[in-house]
């Protein structure tokens, strides 16, 4: 498969979608309610000193997403269950009641995961060691609903030396990214493959989706960003693999890929 170069961006993110004053990021759901409100302070630098109150505030989010985690994995496992045990003795209406029940709190879940990760990637200190790409990849495509995303990991990625907890988060979030913006009713099918230049490893991860106009391309990073393709959340997925690549003294930036669909490539320095 070959790997292009057009339309390359890396400049830090715009912010459209999101509104803040001083540090404070406000995300703001599709209908333009406030979801939430996340503490930032700007670009983040590989050799960027951890703060007090960036510390604090990792310490925080730990707390409320352990909170918040445990009654939504036990909300979402009774409802898994009452569908699994009565969804076929409801009426339509009852079924439809419970089927947006337990979408709604699976996507709750998730933003809560990803407000973790977001603020984990920007704040909390690097975790270094030897980290295989191809089988990180491997093992959270592994996690996906074949029904929705398909994923083929080239051989050949690298090992690099690199947190393997964000590089797990830049996938899911890639992979993630690729399955809300599916341009049909089938699943996507999203391809990664390696390669070195500049002495960098360039690794695409290449969906067949709708794609994102290539004037929008930056905008897709900005904090709290939610473009036309979006299929929920709350924005945070593109920001979080940015950060998690600078902190890493890599970068991130989009693509369009031939033939239709999006390309996102992570520079990962050698």
Request: include cysteine; charged fraction near 25%; aromatic fraction near 4%.
């Amino acid at each position: 498969m070959s790997v292009g170069s057009t339309s390359k961006t890396q400049a830090a993110g715009g912010r459209a979608g999101a509104s803040g004053t001083g540090s404070t990021l406000r995300v703001r759901a599709s209908d333009g309610c406030l979801a939430g409100a996340v503490w930032s302070h700007g670009a983040v630098a590989a050799d960027e000193p951890s703060t007090p109150e960036a510390e604090d505030l990792v310490r925080f989010m730990r707390m409320v997403s352990h909170g918040l985690r445990n009654p939504l994995a036990i909300a979402t496992g009774m409802l898994d269950m009452l569908e699994h045990l009565a969804g076929g003795q409801l009426d339509e209406e009852s079924r439809e009641l419970l089927t947006r029940s337990s979408a709604a709190v699976h996507r709750t879940a998730d933003m809560v995961l990803s407000v973790q990760r977001y603020t984990n990637a920007r704040h909390r200190p690097l975790q270094t060691g030897p980290v295989d790409l191809g089988e990180v990849a491997a093992g959270v495509a592994e996690q996906l609903d074949p029904a929705e995303v398909v994923v083929h990991v080239a051989d050949g990625l690298p090992t690099l030396t690199a947190d393997r907890d964000m590089v797990e988060w830049v996938f899911h979030e890639l992979f993630d990214n690729a399955r809300r913006h599916a341009g049909a009713d089938r699943p996507v099918t999203v391809t990664v493959d390696p390669r070195r230049e500049d002495g960098r490893w360039l690794v695409s991860v290449t969906d067949d989706g709708s794609g994102i106009p290539t004037e929008r391309h930056e905008e897709a990073f900005g904090e709290g960003e939610r473009l036309e393709r979006s299929g929920g959340g709350l924005g945070l997925g593109l920001t979080t693999v940015r950060a998690v690549l600078a902190r890493h003294g890599g970068a991130a930036w989009l693509e369009d890929a031939p033939g239709g669909g999006l390309r996102a490539v992570i520079a990962w320095p050698t």
